[in-house]
T-cell receptor, first 115, second 111 residues
Framework: DAGVIQSPRHEVTEMGQEVTLRCKPI?????LFWYRQTMMRGLELLIY????????DSGMPEDRFSAKMPNASFSTLKIQPSEPRDSAVYFC?????????????FGPGTRLTVL | QKEVEQDPGPLSVPEGAIVSLNCTYS??????FMWYRQYSRKGPELLMY????GNKEDGRFTAQVDKSSKYISLFIRDSQPSDSATYLC???????????FGKGTHLIIQP
């Protein structure tokens, strides 16, 4: 299996621009998570889905952030408009309840820089 | 106070030493405890997974959970330079909830 795939790996954009991060979970996994990692705050949960349905979005910082999962093999995290404080590494992770709850497998991350 | 506290280090030890990493937490509802290893510019990878209190061993790694003290530990025996990484503790209440992470401890094993 290729593991969790994220794109792009690096994104540099200017303040005010729209940013879209993409994730392909491991095939057969029914849970998908989005996390953000910064030096100041560490790794924080933003939102997670079960069977393509958002379950908990309480970690999404504000309305500028939105996430979708149109099918079992694809999810997006969108920031519009982006701000310099959004600069961070964004990770996608997936897990399977049949394989053991909470054994989450992480992708390589997208390093976002907002100038 | 953050829900999960972890000393960021860095922690530097000579090769072959026993390493002890730990986390404290405040939410008594946490039931599942994990340790992840993260190399520079990579995603975290799961090392150990423990449910409730007790010990779990996997090769050179031992995880301990003391729910009465809200304290978890990871021990690494015969440490190797390849163990140099950031170690993150993580925990959750149950089911398949999202994880609450510590900020990670940066470990350096000196050859």
């Amino acid at each position: 299996d290729a593991g969790v795939i994220q794109s792009p790996r690096h994104e540099v954009t200017e303040m005010g621009q729209e940013v879209t991060l993409r994730c392909k979970p491991i095939s057969g996994h029914d849970y998908l998570f989005w996390y953000r990692q910064t030096m100041m705050r560490g790794l924080e949960l933003l939102i997670y889905f079960n069977n393509n349905v958002p379950i908990d979005d309480s970690g999404m910082p504000e309305d500028r952030f939105s996430a979708k999962m149109p099918n079992a093999s694809f999810s997006t995290l969108k920031i519009q408009p982006s701000e310099p404080r959004d600069s961070a590494v964004y990770f996608c992770a997936s897990s399977s309840t049949s394989g053991g709850a909470n054994e989450q497998f992480f992708g390589p991350g997208t390093r976002l820089t907002v100038l | 106070q953050k829900e999960v506290e972890q000393d960021p280090g860095p922690l530097s030890v000579p090769e072959g030493a026993i390493v002890s990493l730990n986390c404290t937490y405040s939410n008594s509802a946490f039931q599942y405890f994990m340790w992840y290893r993260q190399y520079s510019r990579k995603g975290p990878e799961l090392l150990m997974y423990t449910y409730s209190s007790g010990n779990k061993e996997d090769g050179r790694f031992t995880a301990q959970v003391d729910k009465s003290s809200k304290y978890i530990s990871l021990f690494i025996r015969d440490s190797q330079p390849s163990d140099s990484a950031t170690y993150l503790c993580a925990m959750t209440k149950g089911g398949a909830d999202g994880l609450t992470f510590g900020k990670g401890t940066h470990l350096i094993i000196q050859p």
